[in-house]
């Protein structure tokens, strides 16, 4: 689907690591280049015109991005560098404040690293706990699970949307009216559902939210940081400079802007901004729905024609995902990635960032291969081919 | 050397690599954890006035990583901190493509051309590095 609209796909590579980053479409490098070559001033900077040009198309993305999201303000919306940063600032920004000695923050085994470590340092810094929501069979949350965590501690639940390993989704609404009930605040890690699943921070009852562009089919670099308003008011920024204060005197006096802006110090990524602008519009004029059913389809056809292969270990057969996740027996997943590399077939092998799930995996390095719309069932067909002839591995990428 | 029996041997010393087990307390162990790729060896060294007295490995890794630090050990098995650091010397040359003296390299010859796979690079040398380390620093 949408193949002609990827430059890239034209070097006939078969691109399966969508979870990793997705490719870009022509609209998006030409948002980019006509801001170059259109009309590249600074944002919030200028009395002239290319710089009002700049201004509005950043303060359009935040629009887009609050109805993608389906925030109810735009002043809710953070831009940042990608999830990494969000997460960031959220742990160290607001809960670094808001959490006390022994508060409890839920979390699971198969979370990004990015929604690990920080809590890891926040646990350091001020004693807080971190504890896990034990997984079951599929490796998923399950309410029982998640209720059976809570304690009279816990005051924050920070868990991905879409998890980046398995690919299973989680309850988000469910989880957050029974976290709400509880008074404990929901963190969701939406950069692995962004582009394949609709998510609605009103409607889920979401507090915080992170995303990145680049998996998005927007720019790297550019990521968002969504909080209900309330609670981003209290958030303290972790860049103080320009773009962020009303006023400052030479006596120390510093008096700092509303949100959003006094969470992004500096000149933003304008490129990635008016990036991240088009790469919506592409997403919304193809539809999340359009896109989710036919990633689900090809998937399913994944599964079904890699479990004919008995030589294959698969691990998230029964996961409702766009990822598989699977290696030759006896084969080690890096190896089976550079087999495959040979027929410019693009997976990620490894661990994924969630370097601490191979203590329920069972297994510590797999191959993944997480879709996107414009694989086909013809590049489905490739690599099975491709791994029905595996028992030449060795001689090929020795 | 020919192709087929570079692979061979690469192959075997992959398949049934004789040193690897883990050792005991009487080793220095040291993970050679690779950021770039994601091989993760743990080496085990005996190192007793100044020669290395023997050497294990355990871990998950590639085939290129498993199967050049079985022959690397093997091969600096026996000889004193100074020829083992000469050996891996020159057995980095020879991965960075530059000149090295093939003799000294024995069956670690076969992995001359891996160097011209830029991926397989951090492979070929992550427990080299890891021992050169250790060598070079410890007192033993």
Known sequence: MNREDFEILRNGIIYFDNGATTLKPKCVRDAIIKYYDEYSANAHRGDYKISSIVDSLYEETREKVKNLIGAKESSEIVFTSGTTNSMNMIVFGFFKNYLKKDDEVLITLSEHAANIIPWFILQKEIGIKVKYIDLDDNYEVSIKNFEKAISDKTRVVSLAHITNVVGDERPIREISKIAHNNNILVVVDAAQSIAHKKIDVQNDDIDFLAFSGHKMYGPTGIGVLYGKFDLLDKMTPINYGGGMNAMFTKDGYVELREIPTRLEGGTPNIEGVLGLNAAISFIEDIGLDVINTYEKKLRNYLINELSKLDFIELYNKNVNSNIVVFNIKGVFAQDTAIYLDKYNICVRAGNHCAKILDSIFKVGNTVRISLSFYNSKEEVDLLINVLKNSENIWKEII | ?140
């Open chain 2, 1 to 140: 050397m020919d192709k087929d029996i570079k692979r061979s041997i690469i192959l075997d010393n992959y398949q049934n690599p004789n040193k690897k087990k883990t050792s005991g307390d009487d080793y220095i162990k040291i993970n050679t954890r690779n950021v770039s790729c994601i091989d993760n060896l743990d080496i085990y060294l005996k190192v007793k006035n100044g020669i290395v007295e023997d050497a294990t490995f355990e871990g998950e890794a590639c085939v290129i990583s498993i199967s050049s630090t079985n022959i690397l050990i093997n091969l600096i098995v026996g000889k004193n901190k100074n020829e083992a650091i000469n050996i891996i010397d020159n057995y980095l040359k020879m991965i960075n493509e530059e000149d090295y003296d093939k003799d000294l390299l024995k069956e670690l010859n076969v992995f001359d051309d891996t160097g011209r796979q830029p991926s397989r690079i951090k492979c070929a040398t992550l427990s080299a590095c890891g021992i050169r380390d250790f060598l070079s620093k410890d007192n033993h």
